[in-house]
């Protein structure tokens, strides 16, 4: 009896095979997290040929359309403060204590951290504007559609969905 290696179904092989390419590929990612200003031209490069594929072929609006209104969200979730100081300070005037800032060196101080990190949001819209681009050579993605309507619609959700309450003094 021969106490050799059973042998590696094909499965098996394939799992191993893709799991190899997955530790690969998160290795690069890992290795280009410090050069954020080269990621992001990387980024604006895909977007102005995404665009240009859009202008040049005359179609794909909706797909277009769609990418703006996720890169939006993702824009706005960058901007946007994970825990929401106004929010906490409302729960506090509800429950009848004062709100008032730390005034002392033993309070605690609250850095801003956002509710998706910059590296999360390049890596998405690199993401989508990527899977956007490819999308844009399938002939099922070019529906017709009527795109200044789109546009006009794309700035009124911008208009609405940017604009932020102003905190109020008292």
């Known amino acids: 009896m021969d106490a050799g290696e059973p042998e590696q179904t094909p499965f098996a092989a394939f799992s191993a095979q893709?799991?190899?390419?997955?530790?690969?590929?998160?290795?690069?990612?890992?290795?280009?997290?410090?050069?954020?200003?080269?990621?992001?031209?990387?980024?604006?490069?895909?977007?102005?040929?995404?665009?240009?594929?859009?202008?040049i072929a005359e179609?794909?609006?909706?797909?277009?359309?769609?990418?703006?209104?996720?890169?939006?969200?993702?824009?706005?979730a960058f901007l946007q403060p994970?825990?929401?100081?106004q929010m906490e300070q409302d729960e506090i005037m509800d429950d009848g204590a004062a709100g008032k800032l730390p005034t002392r060196q033993?309070?605690?101080?609250?850095?801003?951290?956002?509710?998706?990190?910059?590296?999360?949001?390049?890596?998405?819209?690199?993401?989508?504007?990527t899977i956007g681009f490819v999308c844009t050579w399938f002939e099922i993605f070019n529906i017709p559609v009527f795109w200044p309507v789109l546009v006009v619609y794309w700035v009124i959700l911008f208009a609405l969905t940017s604009a932020f309450p102003e905190p109020q003094h008292a």
Do not use: H
Request: charged residues 20%; proline residues 5%; positive net charge.
């Open 59 to 76: 179609g794909w609006y909706i797909v277009c359309y769609s990418l703006g209104i996720y890169l939006l969200n993702l824009f706005l």
């Open 106 to 129: 033993d309070e605690e101080f609250r850095p801003f951290i956002r509710r998706l990190p910059e590296f999360k949001f390049w890596y998405s819209a690199t993401r989508a504007i």
């Open 18 to 55: 893709t799991s190899r390419y997955a530790r690969q590929y998160q290795t690069y990612l890992d290795k280009s997290t410090p050069y954020t200003t080269y990621r992001w031209i990387g980024t604006g490069v895909l977007l102005f040929f995404f665009m240009l594929r859009i202008i």
């Open 82 to 85: 994970k825990f929401d100081p």
